[in-house]
């Protein structure tokens, strides 16, 4: 991650973090890297030194989001109970993607 560390400023994980809040409050069609970079107090064009575009910003954002929703582990449940963790991946998922606006 060196090369986040050279901006001094913002990580990649600042520039991630902030695009979720405003997406969260603002939704993806006001989203926009001006927003993002008057949010940090940043040129917009220097979010693209965390990331290429804005589609790959969003894609990050969206790892985010499926992350949240803890795939439960094959120790947790024995291996004839398939229904029932796939019912709390499932559940877990859509409560991740309903937490968030858009």
Avoid: C, N
């Amino acid at each position: 991650m060196a090369r986040a560390q050279a901006t001094g400023r913002h990580t990649r994980d600042d520039v991630a973090r902030t695009a979720l809040r405003i997406l969260d409050e603002h939704g993806l069609p006001d989203f926009t890297m001006r927003r993002l970079g008057a949010a940090l107090d940043v040129q917009p064009s220097a979010l693209y030194w965390h990331f290429p575009d804005k589609q790959s910003l969003l894609a990050e954002v969206a790892d985010r989001i499926v992350a949240e929703a803890a795939t439960p582990t094959d120790d947790e449940h024995p291996p004839g109970e398939w229904r029932g963790r796939v019912r709390r991946t499932a559940g877990a998922l859509r409560a991740a993607l309903l937490a968030h606006r858009d």
